[in-house]
T-cell receptor, first 113, second 114 residues
Framework: DAKTTQPNSMESNEEEPVHLPCNHS???????IHWYRQLPSQGPEYVIH???SNVNNRMASLAIAEDRKSSTLILHRATLRDAAVYYC??????????????FGKGTSLLVTP | DGGITQSPKYLFRKEGQNVTLSCEQN?????MYWYRQDPGQGLRLIYY???????QKGDIAEGYSVSREKKESFPLTVTSAQKNPTAFYLC?????????????FGEGSRLTVL
């Protein structure tokens, strides 16, 4: 698996933007960058994914560096419900192995009122 | 509603007993996965299956077994050979392996060995 590196924890104030970084210096050309988040005692849920271009959806934005060696998940206005563990993973669609990979420890986001 | 159902949500087991965790999906997904999560840790892959009657080991398959007799079902058996089975177990499914589709998770099963 191509590996990712994320900070263990981050803190944000409610209603402020949050930028969650992810480094993936060994990314290959067929690796998609995926982000998931996990609320306490629940299964993870999909947030966003991208290959080269920046992506936006109703939950977040994904900014991908030009060399693809890093990316940033952007929550535009953090709410208390956004407090979760955020996982950045690389999925190689060229290997045909699907999601046969491990998730790292992710970044635990604390949102304070 | 479409989704993944795991049962039971909580399970207690005595040492030396085998237990089976159920996972059913109605999303018509080809691929299904089992992950294990320990407190404060990420998710580690136990087994995965991309087609009925076929499955592959993940990094921590020892002490576990699976079957995939139907597309919708992918049960996981935690055997007595698993040395430290207390953990949170997550089942997931996705579309064809080569697609960029998202991974859908169940709500998890928390196993405690007494």
């Amino acid at each position: 698996d191509a590996k990712t590196t994320q900070p263990n924890s981050m803190e944000s104030n409610e209603e402020e933007p949050v930028h969650l970084p992810c480094n993936h210096s060994t990314i290959s050309g067929t690796d998609y960058i995926h982000w998931y988040r996990q609320l306490p005692s629940q299964g993870p849920e999909y947030v966003i994914h991208g290959l080269t271009s920046n992506v936006n959806n109703r939950m977040a934005s994904l900014a991908i560096a030009e060399d693809r060696k890093s990316s940033t998940l952007i929550l535009h206005r953090a709410t208390l419900r956004d407090a979760a563990v955020y996982y950045c993973i690389l999925r190689d669609v060229g290997s045909n192995s699907g999601y046969a990979l491990n998730f790292g420890k992710g970044t635990s986001l604390l949102v304070t009122p | 509603d479409g989704g993944i159902t795991q049962s039971p949500k909580y399970l207690f087991r005595k040492e030396g007993q085998n237990v089976t965790l159920s996972c059913e999906q109605n999303l018509n997904h080809d691929a299904m996965y089992w992950y294990r999560q320990d407190p404060g840790q990420g998710l580690r892959l136990i087994y995965y299956s991309q087609i009925v009657n076929d499955f592959q080991k993940g990094d921590i398959a020892e002490g576990y077994s699976v079957s995939r007799e139907k597309k919708e079902s992918f049960p996981l058996t935690v055997t007595s050979a698993q040395k430290n089975p207390t953990a949170f177990y997550l089942c997931a499914s996705s579309t064809l392996a080569a697609s960029t589709g998202e991974l859908f998770f169940g709500e998890g099963s928390r196993l405690t060995v007494l």
